[in-house]
């Protein structure tokens, strides 16, 4: 059975700090491309990073909005995909979800709330 489980999320001050983390199981996670995407309240979902792997698993991909900021690491030794969050703003908002980019498949997503 694919899982996909987020942590991590909750209530954070603007400029503060989250990492989230997605742990997998019931598929080759080492051999997966992976992404981030969010959905802000009452708005659709949004891309967030994509985690490559194989010949480009140095290879990491960012939405402007959150370049610079927002940093997608892999363990493949535990299966688990993290999102690390720093001068987080009201804007990022949102609840989380990691999904495999072959077909989407997200977990049950984890709560962002950027708020002072």
């Known amino acids: 059975e694919v899982r996909l489980v987020e942590s991590g999320g909750g209530l954070v001050q603007p400029g503060g700090s989250l990492r989230l983390s997605c742990k997998a199981s019931?598929?080759?996670?080492?051999?997966?491309?992976m992404k981030w995407v969010r959905q802000p309240p009452g708005k659709g979902l949004e891309w967030v990073s994509t985690?490559?792997?194989?010949?480009?698993?140095?290879?990491?991909t960012y939405a402007v909005s959150v370049k610079g900021r927002f940093t997608t690491t892999r363990d493949n030794a535990k299966n688990t995909l993290y999102l690390q969050m720093n001068n987080l703003t009201p804007d990022d908002s949102a609840v989380y979800f990691c999904?495999?980019?072959?077909?989407?498949?997200r977990g049950q997503g984890t709560q962002v709330t950027v708020s002072s």
């Open positions: 999904a495999r980019l072959q077909d989407d498949w």
């Open positions: 019931g598929f080759p996670f080492a051999s997966t491309v």
């Open positions: 985690s490559f792997t194989g010949m480009a698993s140095n290879i990491t």
